[in-house]
């Protein structure tokens, strides 16, 4: 059953250009869909204007974002917020900048529990101290009661995990929750997503520019190019083969591990010429 439709979307810089390009993608209940792309493709913008969270100088010019057989541009921003806080959350892409650091670890998890989905304060705080230990936080308790700059990065970046899905959503947004750890972390928190995910059924929007993250958390993806869809595809048969020539150039260009001594191969200049003319960016 589809979840989140999204249907010919157009987001622009007010009296600015386009962003993004009539973008279409669906994402199933319980589905994990990868948005791929080169930096500055739009797969965040996709990600927050589902959300709601556009930026004041980014409008949407047309489209639908269906949630749940609800179109969430047709309603009034207030309904539209309690909608989206109660069925939806975001893993952001920086765990050193995304927690306030002037207040302790509990209430920062606990607020929107308690004052959107109206939960009493214990029932919120045993709520987060039992996520905590779920994604393998050491002395829970402790944790809570501290501030984001006595945790580290990977330690921040799980209770981000945490906090997303403290109220069951059906819907969560993780906006390259990778990017600003180092190796050996990421794949700890990769790992833990992917099992947090499973274990609660939640669809997924995993925005990343790296296709070695989807083939391992992801079921379809969609490939974006100067905020247009150029190709939808389910990862198994992308991976075996994709259609669109600038989404095997992507895909040729992933380095290649299992070969250290192979140079990096660019997209090349041709393949950018079309994609170019294709999407309708000058």
Request: hydrophobic residues 45%.
């Amino acid at each position: 059953m589809t979840y989140l439709s999204v249907r010919d979307l157009t987001v622009r810089l007010k009296d600015g250009p386009a962003l993004l390009r009539s973008v279409s993608l669906d994402v199933a209940a319980g589905e994990v869909r990868g948005l791929v792309g080169e930096s500055g493709a739009g797969k965040s913008m996709i990600g927050k204007a589902i959300l709601g969270i556009l930026p004041r100088a980014v409008e949407v010019v047309s489209g639908q974002i269906v949630l749940d057989g609800v179109d969430l541009l047709t309603l009034p921003p207030a309904e539209r917020r309690v909608r989206v806080g109660a069925t939806c959350a975001l893993i952001p892409q920086d765990p050193l900048t995304a927690l306030n650091p002037s207040r302790r670890i509990g209430p920062q998890m606990t607020d929107r529990l308690v004052d959107i989905l109206g939960w009493s304060r214990a029932n919120a705080a045993a709520r987060v101290q039992d996520l905590l230990a779920e994604v393998q936080i050491v002395d829970p308790a402790r944790v809570l009661r501290q501030y984001p700059h006595e945790l580290s990065g990977g330690m921040r970046q799980r209770i981000l995990i945490a906090s997303a899905f403290a109220a069951e959503p059906r819907l969560i947004v993780a906006d390259e929750p990778t990017t600003a750890l180092d190796v050996t972390v990421q794949k700890q928190i990769l790992k833990l997503i992917a099992g947090m995910q499973a274990r609660h059924g939640t669809a997924l929007l995993f925005v990343t520019h790296d296709l070695g993250v989807v083939s391992k958390v992801c079921q379809s993806l969609s490939v974006l190019y100067a905020g247009k869809v150029v190709e939808d595809a389910a990862v198994r048969a992308f991976f075996a083969g994709p259609k669109h020539p600038y989404s095997a150039a992507l895909l040729a260009a992933t380095p290649k591990y299992t070969d250290p001594d192979a140079g990096l191969q660019p997209v090349p200049a041709d393949v950018i010429a079309a994609v170019r003319a294709e999407v309708g960016h000058g």
